[in-house]
């Protein structure tokens, strides 16, 4: 009896062992848990324009995005594996420091990581004797667009004098927004629109004679680009005799070489007689760099981080077409898009949409 039971129970331990279907031996087959993990944990990257590497480990496919702006990556998706990826942040313009979440989804999860940046505080070129009196730091938080107690925007696509192809438009000009204030900067965006490129052309609203003018700034990059930031008469009615001061002016055909230059009667480009000063300034297309022009009654200095690479003396001689230089002028922001100089060499309309970076404008006086 004893040994018949054994029997039945080790033919139904053999019975048992056949009831995986094709899988015999085994239990119902389990699908793995998708992962995906990041190293390092966290990314802390300097003030300055960096690119850092971290590698994404999964064991899916995945794809990644930034909340920010100033934070890219690429690649922005993976597979199953390891894969290298690369962070890259712009010069954090501000004197604190900033944070960025990039968001891997990988089947239904998703990871957030953080990325920090340090400040990066630009360096007091301003000169002795000098004390602010106006400024646009461009760190709001409420509106996205420029102040219009500061600043009113020119528009039109008739040329500008110099057989420009843009058409300056207003700070919004339906859903297009060509002047951005984000992540503590202003951005002037060129951009493709049908069958025109679209641009901002803004003044401030205040004029000053005399003082010191700076902005922070980083120049677009491309065949075609011509950013300005340059100077006008309060009361300006006729060109050249009223006057221009160009404190940084550059040409995408020719990247990183910024100049500052001054129009009048006597001097001027019409006639070939400008006075200019240039600066080759390598890394203008990628990090923020201080361009300034000194006035006064005596002369007119254009700088680069402090460096003075123009100067305009006044010739004591009182007349106006050698120095109109003696009432109030006011500040200019624009972003050309080809005309006589910036489309000397033609237009590559494949850069765009081009960005021009405004940290911060400033004006000082004695």
Known sequence: MRIRMNLIIFSFLLFCSGCGGDNPGQGPETKPEVSLSVNPEKLSMPGKNSTETIVVTANTSWTASSDK??????????????????????????????????????????KSYPVQQAASAPENYVPESYRLVWQDEFNETTRRTPDTNKWYFETGAHGWGNNELQNYI?????????????????KIIAKKKGNQVISIRMNTKESWKYGYFEARMILPSGKGTWPAFWMLPLNFKNWPEDGEIDIM??????????????????????????????????????????????????????????????????????????????????????????????????????????????????????
């Open 170 to 186: 207003d700070r919004i000009e339906g859903t297009d927004t060509c002047s951005l204030v984000s992540d503590g900067s202003l």
């Open 69 to 110: 702006d100033w934070c890219t990556i690429s690649p922005v998706s993976g597979y199953s594996g390891s894969t290298a990826v690369q962070v890259t942040t712009i010069s954090n313009a501000g004197t604190a420091t900033r944070e960025a979440a990039l968001s891997f989804v990988f089947g239904e999860y998703s």
């Open 249 to 366: 002016e550059e040409v995408g055909y020719r990247p990183d070489w910024v100049s500052s230059s001054v129009h009048c009667n006597t001097y001027n480009h019409a006639a070939g007689t400008q006075k200019t000063g240039e600066q080759l300034v390598g890394t203008s297309r990628t990090d923020y760099h201080v361009y300034a022009v000194e006035w006064t009654e005596d002369y007119i200095h254009g700088y680069v981080d402090g460096e003075r690479h123009f100067s305009f003396q006044n010739d004591k001689q009182g007349d106006k077409n050698s120095w109109p230089f003696n009432q109030p002028f006011y500040l200019k922001l624009n972003l050309a898009w080809g005309g006589n100089w910036g489309g000397a060499e033609g237009v590559d309309e494949s850069v765009l949409p081009a960005t021009y970076r405004i940290d911060y404008v400033r004006v000082y006086q004695k």
